[in-house]
């Protein structure tokens, strides 16, 4: 039998696996982490499995009682799968009434920006379709309209994402125990490819200088010149330079600390003795506010448009560099040429990273070795300046 210290001790492994209680009950351990109650049974011959409900929110001696209540059920002749049927609010398995616990659960670990745009595709192109529609009765077939429609409006890229999202739901209902299989697996190749636009990277070391050295000489406002000397210095994306804030960098440590704009997670930028110095020239104009990179209006971060208008200025058309490019110049040169591992330049991009027993690595991990790598790089970056002089 189990118990409340061996339940909780449980941890994923790379597939489910169970933990058998007694007389059909056990927990079902996945590889995401949750843990699911069920009971298993036999009923005129037929084999059935019930959700009991997820661990920690139904302990153990909770999801005995259900058992037992369900094994008196089984006692008196009745079906118990039969019953909770009758039991339930007919909308419960609806996908609409899926999809919005699925959103509460998520909201919290998503950017707002990224759950407003899901909230958006579920209403617009989802719901719509199949919202009302139990998600036992899903199948390919009844799914595949929402991309159909999509398609012939010329939204490739949304056809794709949306189905995307009614997989995420559905395999959420299935790990609640209220469907059996994610049908839009079976979908794949029905979908035109969709065509993919990678932002512009310069990769060669000596055209890097030279775009350096016409970045340098921008003759346009001190917030936009230093912006534009800071963006291939610490690699972040486009928001989070324009959106810096006085009060998330300690000049002292040397340290940029922000949530990432993508994931919503904390992140860590050492700041090299160059961004330093950058930021301590730009200080005097802008340290007093909250906007490291203010707008005309002080109020105001600058303009999203601000770094892309200065590299056209001096000519570095779109084809050649664009401020998100610079994060695939440091991916690209910092491993081939400088020889860093992939795994800490990619904690440095604020990507998703785990360790080889499949666990997200926190922020702080790699942090004195991103800290080296910074440096180098920004040293780095000096070198090809001074190679055209």
Same mark, same amino acid.
């Given at each position: 039998? @189990?118990?409340?210290?061996?339940?909780?001790? !449980?941890?994923?492994?790379?597939?489910?696996?169970?933990?058998?209680?007694?007389?059909?009950? /056990?927990?079902?351990?996945?590889?995401? *982490?949750?843990?699911?109650?069920?009971?298993?049974?036999?009923?005129? $011959?037929?084999?059935?499995?019930?959700?009991?409900?997820?661990?920690?929110?139904?302990?153990?001696?909770?999801?005995?009682?259900?058992?037992?209540?369900?094994?008196?059920?089984?006692?008196? $002749?009745?079906?118990?799968?039969?019953?909770?049927?009758?039991?339930?609010?007919?909308?419960?398995?609806?996908?609409?009434?899926? !999809?919005? =616990?699925?959103?509460?659960?998520?909201?919290?670990?998503?950017? =707002?920006?990224? /759950?407003?745009?899901?909230?958006?595709?579920?209403?617009?192109?989802?719901?719509?379709?199949?919202?009302?529609?139990?998600?036992?009765?899903?199948? !390919?077939?009844?799914?595949?309209?929402?991309?159909?429609?999509?398609?012939?409006? $010329?939204?490739? =890229?949304?056809?794709?994402?949306? @189905?995307?999202?009614?997989?995420?739901?559905?395999?959420?209902?299935?790990?609640?125990?209220?469907?059996?299989?994610?049908?839009?697996?079976?979908?794949?190749?029905?979908?035109?490819?969709?065509?993919?636009?990678?932002?512009?990277?310069?990769?060669?070391?000596?055209?890097?200088?030279?775009?350096?050295? @016409?970045?340098?000489?921008?003759?346009?406002?001190?917030?936009?010149?230093?912006?534009?000397?800071?963006?291939?210095?610490?690699?972040?994306?486009?928001?989070?330079?324009?959106?810096?804030?006085?009060?998330?960098?300690? %000049?002292?440590?040397?340290?940029?600390?922000?949530?990432?704009?993508?994931?919503?997670?904390?992140?860590?930028?050492?700041?090299?003795?160059?961004?330093?110095?950058?930021?301590?020239?730009? /200080?005097?104009?802008?340290?007093?506010?909250?906007?490291?990179?203010? *707008?005309?209006?002080?109020?105001?971060?600058?303009?999203? %448009?601000?770094?892309?208008?200065?590299?056209?200025?001096? *000519?570095?058309?779109?084809?050649?560099?664009?401020?998100?490019?610079?994060?695939?110049? !440091?991916?690209?040169?910092?491993?081939?040429?400088?020889?860093?591992?992939? =795994?800490?330049?990619?904690?440095?991009?604020?990507?998703?990273?785990?360790?080889?027993?499949?666990?997200?690595?926190?922020?702080?991990?790699?942090?004195?070795?991103?800290?080296? %790598?910074?440096?180098?790089?920004?040293?780095?970056?000096?070198?090809?300046?001074?190679?055209?002089?």
């Amino acid at each position: 039998m @189990l118990s409340d210290a061996k339940v909780r001790a !449980a941890k994923p492994r790379e597939k489910p696996y169970k933990l058998f209680d007694e007389k059909g009950l /056990y927990l079902e351990v996945m590889p995401n *982490g949750s843990k699911l109650w069920r009971y298993k049974f036999s009923f005129q $011959g037929k084999e059935t499995r019930l959700s009991l409900g997820p661990y920690p929110e139904v302990p153990l001696k909770e999801a005995r009682e259900q058992h037992l209540e369900l094994r008196r059920q089984l006692l008196k $002749g009745e079906n118990p799968s039969q019953i909770r049927r009758q039991q339930q609010d007919p909308e419960s398995e609806s996908f609409r009434r899926i !999809a919005q =616990e699925w959103l509460a659960l998520n909201k919290s670990r998503w950017v =707002e920006r990224h /759950y407003e745009t899901i909230v958006q595709r579920l209403e617009n192109h989802i719901y719509p379709v199949i919202g009302s529609q139990s998600v036992k009765t899903l199948t !390919a077939t009844t799914i595949l309209p929402i991309a159909r429609k999509l398609e012939a409006a $010329g939204h490739n =890229e949304t056809a794709h994402r949306s @189905l995307g999202i009614v997989s995420q739901v559905l395999r959420f209902a299935v790990a609640t125990g209220r469907a059996e299989r994610d049908p839009t697996t079976d979908l794949r190749g029905a979908l035109a490819p969709t065509k993919r636009n990678h932002f512009s990277a310069v990769t060669d070391p000596t055209e890097l200088g030279r775009i350096l050295r @016409l970045m340098d000489g921008y003759g346009g406002s001190v917030v936009v010149r230093c912006a534009l000397r800071l963006a291939p210095l610490v690699f972040v994306r486009p928001g989070e330079l324009r959106q810096a804030r006085w009060a998330d960098i300690d %000049m002292e440590r040397g340290e940029w600390r922000f949530n990432a704009s993508k994931t919503g997670q904390p992140h860590i930028v050492p700041l090299a003795r160059q961004s330093l110095d950058i930021l301590s020239e730009i /200080y005097p104009l802008s340290g007093q506010g909250t906007w490291v990179f203010p *707008g005309r209006d002080a109020n105001r971060a600058m303009s999203n %448009m601000a770094v892309l208008s200065a590299l056209r200025a001096l *000519g570095i058309p779109k084809e050649v560099a664009t401020g998100h490019g610079f994060r695939a110049t !440091a991916r690209t040169l910092l491993e081939e040429v400088l020889g860093f591992r992939p =795994e800490v330049i990619e904690l440095q991009l604020a990507h998703n990273v785990r360790d080889p027993l499949g666990r997200a690595y926190n922020r702080t991990t790699h942090l004195e070795a991103r800290r080296g %790598m910074m440096q180098a790089w920004a040293d780095y970056l000096d070198s090809l300046r001074g190679e055209g002089l």
